[in-house]
């Protein structure tokens, strides 16, 4: 049994403006101790997904289907005294901006301890012990002065730290990190990946990764789901989307990706923008912005089906097999590189 | 710490300076002269100059200033240099002294002004957060129409309204009066909770416009607090809604609460002259007022001391409590 089934999820939020179909139809699953990736552009409803599987929208003009099966169990129809119990504990979040996501007026080493006896009897002397040992681990230096001090006082980079840690501290097992670097500089970013990753590790969790960096998941996923419009276009392993990606897509997305050792006067881009998640176009969601569009893509929304050959493989698009492997072969060639 | 409250007593000091010398000024400006009012209709110019002397507002101004000043000195160089307690000179128009005039009436004000302050934060405190909470209910819009009803009343009709219905028509409050906390007048009431009692409908006038103003600064700091990334961060560590509630959004909601707490209540601790006035509780507002009416300037200049005192200390109280509650703040 997986660890976390996602199927058929749907989170739509009621607006004055209509309703807007956040996600529409989500399904992934992630096996215990791995990694997923999760990309898509902004407003693709990657972090959406990963806010209803914890429980954390807004009560209030959201209305959520499907499931999200969690060692067997549903967490949308959880009781929320259940999801307390679960959140923060089995299942723990990052958020991506770590300078407003710790409380200001509670000294870190509060907030920690504050994590650590929601879910267990330890004594405050006893989880202070606690934290201090995942801030170590996390590496925060002085350790032991810098647990009384306040958020204000630690850098942006620390202060992802001690989210980590907070997340980590009672062993979950599912770990969801929402962008965890982009509000980092790329050398502390690295650093807070190679951090995840090593405590990922060591805590045996299973890591959901949203990014909209490609170079992330490519150094830590060992699955990716590629979404778009609130939906998934692709999903595989690394090696699948690396190596032969099936979706126009995802092609669009490599290939804006900036390479060092190709010398290209402008990077390749997606033309166009975003679809409105109020009135998604109609078919295909990606038809508007697709190169290869055919006519059957304005009516018919493709499924997401098994790619001939490689059942993990999965896919929605109406272009034929042969031409998506040309195109992707041709693709991997004029950026050669992308899975180095 | 220390360094910064030196600083602000030397603030204090300046402050207090330009406030007694304003006040000062303005009696000089205003035409008319004291010392015709203290001796009475009859008297002759003859007259009028000897109480102008006695009173000493024959002589210029700044000596006037400095004498005032030299009297309120903690300091005295008669006799070698000794301590002495501040005196603030005497009434131009009974010669009572005006130490006990301020101190007769500060203790009604202050116990009108801070019981009132506990009422209106607990009227505005629950009702805040609950709209907060539920934005567009039936409460929220009950409560907001209260906030308008509140800021639109004027003290004196609500305290006219109040003492006509609840005291006068069904004799449940008293409508006048203060009742002395420790040490009533022969044969007059006493004792706390007489002292409240009395109290009852002047916190509940003096409060419902506070009340008003609290509850709408409480909900929209609330609503705004809640939209924080730290609550989101609290409830994902899997606290329950109170904790989320009270450790996470009303400490940081507060905040600001804090700050206008402190200005209001030094505010109206120098008199709240409508509940004072419409209760006849003889307070700094009203002895304000009566003093003025009468040219008495040594009682409202010695009510304005007392009052520029109230507002420096409250305001040094809540930078301290402000340090405290907010960590981000560093006094130095």
Redesign the interface.
Known sequence: MALLEVKDLKTYFSTGDGVVKAVDGVSFSIEKGETLGIVGESGSGKSVTCLTIMGLNAKRNTISSGQALFKGEDLLTAKPSRLRELRGNEIAMIFQDPMTSLNPVHAVGKQLVEAVQLHSDLSKQQARGRALELLKQVGIPRADRRIDDYPHQFSGGMRQRVMIAMSLINNPDLLIADEPTTALDVTTQAQILALIERLQAEYNSAVIMITHDLGVVAEIADDIVVMYAAEVVEGGSVDDIFHSPHHPYTWGLMGSLPRLNADVERLAQISGQPPSLLRPPSGCRFHPRCPYVMDICRTVDPELKPTPGDAAHLQACHLDEATKEQEAARLLGAVSGVSS | MIRYIIRRLIWAVGLFLAVTLIGFVLFYLIPADPAKFACGRACTQVMVDRVAHYLGTDRPVYIQYLRFLGRLMPLSLHHGLHLKSPDLGQSFVNRQSVNSIVANAAPQTASLVLGGMVVWLMIAVPVGVLSALRPRSVLDRLSMTGVLIGISAHPVWLGLIFSYFVGYRWHITPIANYANFFHPLYGQPGGPLQWAYHLILPWLTFSILFAAVYVRMIRANVMETMN???V?????????ESRVMF??IL??AM?PVVTMLGMDVGLALGGAVFTETVYSLQGLGYRTISALNNYDSPTVLGILVFSTTAIIVMNLVVDLLYAW????IRLS
């Open positions: 924080e990334d730290y989101r961060t609290a409830r994902a560590k899997g606290a329950p450790q996470h400490r940081n905040l509650i907010d960590p981000r």
